[in-house]
C-alpha cells in the first residue's frame, strides 16, 4: 500500500493495469494515489473474480462489493475487466502499459506466462511488480522466476508481507524506480525496513478500524434490542392494566378449562390488544377486504 502511493508519485504513469484484483486493496491503492497525485492515468483491474487454486473460490459478492466501491470512489479513471488475463490481452495496444502488478495464480508456469504474454504490451517507461516475490511454500513459484528476470532487467525486492519485487523493464523507466533497483545494501536494507514498518503500521490500523466498526454494529444491535424489549414490556404493561384485559380475565380462565372457549378468549384478547395498539381500525379494513376477495 505505501509503496503504490510512492510509485504512482515518483513514476507519474498514464496506465497501470493490475492482473488479479481479487477485493482491490492494492487496486484501490493505485487508484487513490492517482486522485491523490493528479496524475492523468487510467487504471485497470483485470480479474475473473472467481477465484483460483491459492486465492480460494468465492462468490459474486466479491465482484459486486468491488464494482459497488469502484463506481462510487474511481468510476471517472478505474475500468474492471471480468475476464482471464489472456481474453485482456486485446484490449491494450502493445507499448501502453506503464505500471503492470502481476498478482494471479502464484506457480511459476503461471506468472513465467502471465509476464511473457503481457510484456509487449509495457511501455518504454514500463515498470512490473510482482507480488509475492518472497512467499517460497507449496507451490508458490513467483521468488523462482524472480530470480531469472532481476538477473536480466535491474530490481528491487521487498521482503516484507510476502515479498513485493519490482522490475524496471522499460529503457527509459522513470529515473526515482530506476535509483531504487539500483540502491545498494545499505539503502536497500534501510528502505526494506521503513517500507515495512509503514506498512504494518497501515495494516494495525486498518485492523483497528474493522474492530471498530464491528464493535459499533454490535453496540448498536444491542441497543436496538433493549429499545424493543423496553417497548414490548411497555405495552404488555398497558395492555395488563387496561379494562378489556381485566373484563376478558373470566374468559381466559375459562380457555383452560373448556377447550372450546379458548379461542373465544384468544379472540377476544387479540382485539383488546388491537385496540389498545391503535392497530383496530386496520386490522378490520384488512379482514373486511380479505372476505370481499372471496
Same mark, same amino acid.
Given at each position: ?11 507519474r504513469p ?7 484484483s ?11 494515489a ?6 492523468a ?11 483460483d487454486?491459492h486465492?480460494?473460490?468465492y ?9 459497488r ?43 513465467r ?22 512467499e ?11 530470480? =531469472?528476470? &532481476?538477473?536480466? +532487467?535491474?530490481?528491487?525486492?521487498? %521482503?516484507? @508481507?510476502? $515479498?513485493?519485487? *519490482?522490475?524496471? /523493464? ?15 545494501a545499505?539503502r ?30 454490535t ?12 417497548t ?7 395492555? =395488563?392494566? &387496561?379494562?378489556? +384485559?381485566?373484563?376478558?380475565?373470566? %374468559?381466559? @380462565?375459562? $380457555?383452560h378449562? *373448556?377447550?372450546? /372457549? ?9 382485539l ?10 386496520a386490522?378490520?379494513a ?6 370481499g376477495?372471496?
Amino acid at each position: 500500500m505505501p509503496f503504490a502511493a510512492w510509485l504512482v508519485g515518483a513514476a507519474r504513469p498514464r496506465s497501470i493495469v493490475e492482473l488479479g484484483s481479487f477485493a482491490g486493496v492494492s487496486y484501490f491503492a493505485f487508484c487513490q494515489a492517482v486522485v491523490a497525485e493528479g496524475v492523468a492515468c487510467r487504471c485497470h483491474a483485470v480479474d475473473t473474480w472467481q477465484g483460483d487454486a491459492h486465492a480460494g473460490q468465492y462468490d459474486d459478492s466479491v465482484h459486486e462489493d468491488f464494482k459497488r466501491h469502484n463506481d462510487a470512489n474511481y468510476a471517472a479513471i478505474s475500468t474492471m475487466h471480468r475476464c482471464t488475463f489472456d481474453e485482456a490481452l486485446a484490449r491494450f495496444p502493445d507499448g501502453s502499459v506503464d505500471i503492470l502488478h502481476i498478482d494471479g495464480l502464484h506457480t511459476y508456469e503461471a506468472v513465467r506466462h502471465d509476464f511473457e504474454t503481457w510484456l509487449p504490451k509495457l511501455s518504454d517507461r514500463g515498470v512490473v511488480l510482482f507480488h509475492d516475490a518472497n512467499e517460497r511454500r507449496a507451490d508458490f513459484g513467483v521468488w523462482r522466476f524472480w530470480e =531469472e528476470v &532481476s538477473a536480466r +532487467w535491474p530490481g528491487f525486492l521487498f %521482503l516484507h @508481507s510476502h $515479498g513485493l519485487g *519490482v522490475l524496471c /523493464v522499460g529503457a527509459h523507466a522513470p529515473e526515482a524506480v530506476r535509483g531504487l533497483c539500483g540502491a545498494d545494501a545499505e539503502r536497500t536494507h534501510l528502505l526494506r525496513e521503513r517500507f515495512g514498518a509503514i506498512g504494518d503500521r497501515w495494516h494495525a490500523q486498518a485492523q483497528w478500524e474493522v474492530t471498530r466498526q464491528a464493535l459499533e454494529t454490535t453496540r448498536a444491535a444491542l441497543e436496538s434490542e433493549r429499545t424493543a424489549r423496553a417497548t414490548a414490556e411497555q405495552r404488555a404493561q398497558v395492555l =395488563e392494566h &387496561s379494562t378489556s +384485559w381485566r373484563l376478558t380475565a373470566p %374468559l381466559r @380462565s375459562a $380457555g383452560h378449562a *373448556v377447550p372450546g /372457549v379458548a379461542r373465544l378468549a384468544r379472540r377476544t384478547a387479540k382485539l383488546a390488544w388491537w385496540t389498545v395498539t391503535l392497530q383496530l381500525p386496520a386490522r378490520l379494513a384488512e379482514r373486511r377486504a380479505a372476505r370481499g376477495k372471496r
